[in-house]
């Protein structure tokens, strides 16, 4: 008996399911229509010139009649150390911006919800955000002038408070990499602490209730409900940002780097600009853009099956 | 009930935003489609035949136009049209360089048509263009349609050709440069040089001492150790356009960094990896560790660089004479009694001087293989040159009255407060987007105007060189008289083999290595491996290229 309810409810449903897909939404799918042309003339029709990888493409033969290398453009991509340079940087450079873009808004956001007064709470989280909506060549002016080792802010309130030489932040080796990971955790944590904000709001307070019951202080509390509470948007923001793993951020690094810091700070993204756009070897840059592109989906698809697999949240 | 009445104004809604986004759809597919009548011909309103010839360009945000006028609607479609029977067609322009090449890179492999004359400047992009038979030769219309003085400013300066120029065919015409236009010379601070009691430098070792003086001795008089004597750009390369620091290194040898030029034996050699150039480096490494230069050189682009001088923090800037204007004129007025002086250029310990010298041509125009009317092209070339010629039917007091010039009893009047609606330069209108240019004419005229102080004799004359002041004349002059230290970037052809593939990795190496060798966080004796680096990463080979590209072009096998 039960497994035929069961059945019958099954049947039911997938009828439905059916119907609803040929009559009552086809004017939402047409709404979708505009949006899905869009995406594939823009991101799927390009995807053919990833052919160019595979060519010695010269752009008056064009995909057709360019002659085909194989693999050597990738090839060549490991084979001189400055490809292989470009690559460590990027993962160190990411890897870094990942850990700390995660870390400080959580810290941030969780501070942030023990605050009582509702205006000053309110400021702090736009002032925070504020910097998102500020593009990376302004920034990078901004920076250029602030971390001056002549009269720049930064070095200013340094040689006075510990009496130390100015520090040539965007021109030092050992210090480029912070500069680049602390900036973009200013500009882009404000971004994340309003998500994990949100999450925090839409715990169950009986949680809270139970818990202040059972005798539980505030680090208690945000240990053992705050926290695994809000383990699944931690996360989606996590694996999201997994995707970006080679993306160490170009805008970025194109308006701060200088040859002084090649050594450090140029990244994937910065090379291919260079070599693609500046020296004309579309192919090239072409195959090495195509790696990073295939590393990322492959980071992306492990992180959403850990993620289902040990936190059981699907993202998709 | 409730529910129902929703779910109808919910259709009725999504049937008009339907309806809407089709409607935006349509119309943006039927603006830009307009027939490209290429070579077409028609009556105009006298009879005669009218030439249309279509053009695309890029028009910057220093092109203006009078209200109701436009790229194809101007003082210079109309005179054309008027005049020469010319219907000048511009079929689309673009905001920057960048889009423009994207544009006619696209249209390139797309297999669109491209307009009848273009522009070019990107060396690849010629080439490219030239290799897919798309833009004709112009030899034989250079032979049959061009007039005789514009015949021989072509074989004045035969050079100017290479950047389009394959198997000995010339494809293009070129966009010549003002020739040593942005050669540089030294504008120094003469108010400090006279509160020091010191004297305008003639080597390189007087302008050690007056950087030295400079940087110690506290010229601007604030109790401050915060002067530097000597503003340079390198995140681009230290020979440029701005904060030039090639001097330093034409004063040791005839090279200067990233420019092929001759070596002892005639052929082509890259000037980075020369011995000279270590010299060079060696004083900068010097000039850094004393405190002469910019701390932040390493940094700094020419428009960052040059703020030090503008904020009256150094002393000595190597600009070009069109320097008076920015960023000269900024430092003295942000200064007040400041006073800046044109300088000749150092020499170094054997009496040698060089700087680098500017390439001949900005661009080349390339004609589609398909154009009919080079003739009436070579007819309106001809035009626009007259101006700059002094002996013009067309454009006796200037270019065109209430654009750049008014009458006023009978004279021209160039003062923009004169010009009703105010002065606006149509010469951006015309295909060169500026008047056109002979190399070293510009700056040949302000010599012969600063030094026997005759009166301008036409518009050009003055618009361009009396009006731009005394400065800006007496700099023109002393890089005019130094012509012959001039060291020019020879290469002009496209990227080669080699370049394409292991240029940037070179190019990077360099930048890396010369910055280093300067902030002394190696020792100069890096130089030795970087050219030995150099050339075994690519460099023997792309010599070789290069110098086979300059057989061709020269026409040698």
């Given at each position: 008996?039960?497994?035929?309810?069961?059945?019958?409810?099954?049947?039911?449903?997938?009828?439905?399911?059916?119907?609803?897909?040929?009559?009552?939404?086809?004017?939402?799918?047409?709404?979708?229509?505009?949006?899905?042309?869009?995406?594939?003339?823009?991101?799927?029709?390009p995807?053919?010139?990833?052919?160019?990888?595979?060519?010695?493409?010269?752009?008056?033969?064009?995909?057709?009649?360019?002659?085909?290398?194989?693999?050597?453009?990738?090839k060549?991509?490991?084979?001189?150390?400055?490809?292989?340079?470009?690559?460590?940087?990027?993962?160190?450079?990411?890897?870094?911006?990942?850990?700390?873009?995660?870390a400080?808004?959580?810290?941030?956001?969780?501070?942030?919800?023990?605050?009582?007064?509702?205006?000053?709470?309110?400021?702090?989280?736009?002032?925070?955000?504020?910097?998102?909506?500020?593009?990376?060549?302004?920034?990078?002016?901004?920076?250029?002038?602030?971390l001056?080792?002549?009269?720049?802010?930064?070095?200013?309130?340094?040689?006075?408070?510990?009496?130390?030489?100015?520090?040539?932040?965007?021109?030092?080796?050992?210090?480029?990499?912070?500069?680049?990971?602390?900036?973009?955790?200013?500009?882009?944590?404000?971004?994340?602490?309003?998500?994990f904000?949100?999450?925090?709001?839409?715990?169950?307070?009986?949680?809270?209730?139970?818990?202040?019951?059972?005798?539980?202080?505030?680090?208690?509390?945000?240990i053992?409900?705050?926290?695994?509470?809000m383990?699944?948007?931690?996360?989606?923001?996590?694996?999201?940002?997994?995707?970006?793993?080679?993306?160490?951020?170009?805008?970025?690094?194109?308006?701060?780097?200088?040859?002084?810091?090649?050594?450090t700070?140029?990244?994937?993204?910065?090379?291919?600009?260079?070599?693609?756009?500046?020296?004309?070897?579309?192919?090239?840059?072409?195959?090495v853009?195509?790696?990073?592109?295939?590393?990322?989906?492959?980071?992306?698809?492990?992180?959403?099956?850990?993620?289902?697999?040990?936190?059981?949240?699907?993202?998709? | 009930?409730?529910?129902i009445?929703?779910?109808?104004l919910?259709?009725?809604?999504?049937?008009?935003?339907?309806?809407?986004?089709?409607?935006?759809?349509?119309?943006?597919?039927?603006?830009?489609?307009?027939?490209?009548?290429?070579?077409?011909?028609?009556?105009?309103?006298?009879?005669?035949?009218?030439?249309t010839?279509?053009?695309?360009?890029?028009?910057?945000?220093?092109?203006?136009?009078?209200?109701?006028?436009?790229?194809?609607?101007?003082?210079?479609?109309?005179?054309a049209?008027?005049?020469?029977?010319?219907?000048?067609k511009?079929?689309?322009?673009?905001?920057?360089?960048?889009?423009?090449?994207?544009?006619?890179?696209?249209?390139?492999?797309?297999?669109?048509?491209?307009?009848?004359?273009?522009?070019?400047?990107?060396?690849?992009?010629?080439?490219?263009?030239?290799r897919?038979?798309?833009?004709m030769?112009?030899?034989?219309a250079?032979?049959?349609?061009?007039?005789?003085?514009?015949?021989?400013?072509?074989?004045?300066?035969?050079?100017?050709?290479?950047?389009?120029?394959?198997?000995?065919?010339?494809?293009?015409?070129?966009?010549?440069?003002?020739?040593?236009?942005?050669?540089?010379?030294?504008?120094?601070?003469?108010?400090?040089?006279?509160?020091?009691?010191?004297?305008?430098?003639?080597?390189?070792?007087?302008?050690?001492?007056?950087?030295?003086a400079?940087?110690?001795?506290?010229?601007?008089?604030?109790?401050?150790?915060?002067?530097?004597?000597?503003?340079?750009?390198?995140k681009?390369?230290?020979?440029?356009?701005?904060?030039?620091?090639?001097?330093?290194?034409?004063?040791?040898?005839?090279?200067?960094?990233?420019?092929?030029?001759?070596?002892?034996?005639?052929?082509?050699?890259?000037?980075?990896?020369?011995?000279?150039?270590?010299?060079?480096?060696?004083?900068?490494?010097?000039?850094?560790?004393?405190?002469?230069?910019?701390?932040?050189?390493?940094?700094?682009?020419?428009?960052?660089?040059?703020?030090?001088?503008?904020?009256?923090?150094?002393?000595?800037?190597?600009?070009?004479?069109?320097?008076?204007?920015?960023?000269?004129?900024?430092?003295?007025?942000?200064?007040?009694?400041?006073?800046?002086?044109?300088?000749?250029?150092?020499?170094?310990?054997?009496?040698?001087?060089?700087?680098?010298?500017?390439?001949?041509?900005?661009?080349?125009?390339?004609?589609?293989?398909?154009?009919?009317?080079?003739?009436?092209?070579?007819?309106?070339?001809?035009?626009?040159?007259?101006y700059?010629?002094?002996?013009?039917?067309?454009?006796?007091?200037?270019?065109?009255?209430?654009?750049?010039?008014?009458?006023?009893?009978?004279?021209?009047?160039?003062?923009?407060?004169?010009?009703?609606?105010?002065?606006?330069?149509?010469?951006k209108?015309?295909?060169?987007?500026?008047?056109?240019?002979?190399?070293?004419?510009l700056?040949?005229?302000?010599?012969?105007?600063?030094?026997?102080?005759?009166?301008?004799?036409?518009?050009?004359?003055?618009?361009?060189?009396?009006?731009?002041g005394?400065p800006?004349?007496?700099?023109?002059?002393?890089?005019?008289?130094?012509?012959?230290?001039?060291?020019?970037?020879?290469?002009?052809?496209?990227?080669?083999?080699?370049?394409?593939?292991?240029?940037?990795?070179?190019?990077?190496?360099?930048?890396?290595?010369?910055?280093?060798?300067?902030?002394?966080?190696?020792?100069?004796?890096?130089f030795?491996?970087?050219?030995?680096?150099?050339?075994?990463?690519?460099?023997?080979?792309?010599?070789?290229?290069?110098n086979?590209?300059?057989?061709?072009?020269?026409?040698?096998?």
């Amino acid at each position: 008996m039960q497994t035929e309810i069961d059945l019958q409810e099954r049947i039911v449903t997938v009828k439905t399911k059916k119907r609803w897909n040929l009559k009552g939404s086809w004017q939402l799918h047409a709404m979708l229509l505009p949006a899905i042309v869009v995406v594939f003339i823009f991101q799927y029709i390009p995807m053919f010139g990833l052919v160019m990888a595979f060519q010695d493409y010269e752009p008056w033969l064009g995909f057709l009649n360019s002659s085909w290398v194989g693999l050597e453009h990738f090839k060549t991509m490991f084979e001189y150390e400055d490809a292989r340079q470009v690559i460590w940087n990027t993962l160190v450079i990411s890897i870094l911006k990942i850990i700390f873009n995660l870390a400080v808004p959580l810290t941030f956001a969780l501070l942030l919800n023990e605050v009582y007064v509702m205006k000053f709470k309110r400021t702090v989280q736009t002032i925070v955000y504020l910097p998102h909506f500020l593009s990376w060549v302004i920034l990078g002016g901004i920076l250029i002038d602030m971390l001056s080792p002549e009269g720049g802010i930064v070095n200013s309130i340094l040689t006075s408070l510990f009496r130390i030489e100015p520090i040539f932040f965007l021109g030092d080796n050992d210090w480029f990499r912070t500069v680049v990971v602390v900036t973009d955790v200013w500009k882009e944590c404000g971004f994340n602490t309003i998500v994990f904000l949100a999450a925090i709001t839409s715990i169950n307070p009986a949680l809270y209730e139970a818990a202040i019951v059972d005798g539980a202080n505030r680090w208690q509390q945000t240990i053992y409900i705050t926290l695994p509470s809000m383990l699944p948007i931690i996360i989606v923001v996590g694996t999201l940002s997994l995707g970006n793993i080679l993306n160490a951020g170009f805008d970025q690094i194109l308006n701060l780097y200088n040859p002084l810091v090649y050594k450090t700070g140029d990244i994937i993204d910065t090379y291919v600009y260079r070599v693609g756009l500046l020296n004309g070897d579309f192919s090239y840059a072409t195959a090495v853009g195509l790696f990073k592109s295939v590393i990322s989906f492959i980071l992306v698809v492990t992180g959403y099956r850990l993620a289902y697999k040990y936190a059981n949240y699907k993202i998709f | 009930m409730k529910m129902i009445g929703g779910r109808k104004l919910f259709k009725k809604l999504l049937a008009s935003m339907t309806g809407m986004i089709m409607a935006i759809g349509m119309l943006a597919g039927c603006t830009d489609k307009e027939p490209t009548s290429s070579n077409s011909t028609s009556q105009s309103k006298d009879g005669n035949q009218l030439v249309t010839i279509t053009t695309a360009r890029t028009l910057k945000d220093d092109t203006k136009f009078r209200q109701g006028e436009d790229v194809n609607n101007n003082p210079v479609t109309r005179w054309a049209e008027k005049e020469l029977g010319i219907k000048l067609k511009t079929l689309w322009t673009a905001p920057n360089d960048e889009q423009y090449y994207n544009k006619i890179r696209l249209a390139l492999s797309s297999g669109q048509e491209l307009p009848d004359v273009f522009m070019v400047s990107d060396g690849l992009l010629i080439n490219d263009l030239i290799r897919s038979g798309k833009v004709m030769s112009v030899d034989k219309a250079i032979e049959q349609y061009a007039s005789p003085r514009l015949k021989e400013i072509f074989n004045k300066f035969p050079e100017a050709f290479y950047p389009a120029t394959v198997d000995g065919n010339r494809y293009g015409i070129p966009r010549f440069s003002g020739g040593n236009g942005s050669d540089s010379l030294l504008w120094i601070r003469k108010d400090w040089l006279d509160k020091l009691g010191l004297q305008p430098p003639k080597t390189i070792e007087d302008l050690e001492k007056i950087m030295d003086a400079f940087v110690n001795q506290d010229p601007d008089g604030n109790g401050k150790k915060d002067t530097i004597g000597l503003t340079l750009a390198s995140k681009n390369g230290l020979a440029t356009w701005l904060a030039d620091g090639s001097f330093v290194f034409g004063a040791y040898g005839n090279y200067v960094p990233s420019s092929w030029s001759k070596g002892e034996d005639g052929s082509l050699v890259y000037g980075s990896v020369q011995p000279s150039i270590k010299k060079g480096l060696a004083k900068l490494r010097e000039w850094y560790e004393k405190g002469y230069l910019d701390k932040e050189i390493g940094i700094l682009d020419e428009q960052t660089a040059i703020k030090s001088f503008v904020a009256g923090k150094s002393g000595i800037i190597a600009a070009p004479p069109w320097g008076a204007g920015w960023p000269i004129a900024d430092a003295i007025k942000n200064n007040p009694g400041a006073i800046v002086e044109p300088y000749p250029l150092p020499s170094g310990s054997d009496g040698k001087i060089g700087r680098r010298g500017e390439g001949l041509t900005v661009g080349m125009f390339l004609f589609n293989k398909n154009f009919k009317h080079m003739d009436k092209f070579f007819e309106y070339w001809d035009a626009i040159y007259s101006y700059i010629f002094n002996d013009s039917r067309y454009f006796k007091y200037g270019l065109f009255e209430g654009y750049d010039y008014v009458m006023k009893d009978g004279q021209p009047v160039y003062d923009p407060n004169q010009i009703p609606r105010g002065k606006i330069d149509p010469g951006k209108y015309f295909l060169t987007t500026d008047i056109p240019t002979v190399p070293y004419m510009l700056y040949n005229l302000a010599e012969e105007l600063y030094t026997t102080k005759r009166k301008p004799k036409n518009a050009y004359e003055y618009t361009k060189i009396v009006s731009q002041g005394e400065p800006y004349m007496k700099a023109a002059t002393i890089v005019n008289q130094q012509n012959q230290y001039r060291i020019e970037n020879e290469f002009s052809g496209p990227p080669t083999k080699t370049m394409q593939k292991r240029g940037e990795f070179l190019t990077k190496m360099e930048r890396e290595t010369f910055a280093n060798i300067i902030y002394g966080r190696v020792p100069l004796s890096e130089f030795d491996n970087f050219v030995e680096k150099w050339e075994g990463s690519g460099g023997q080979e792309i010599t070789k290229e290069v110098n086979e590209w300059y057989r061709s072009v020269k026409g040698e096998k």
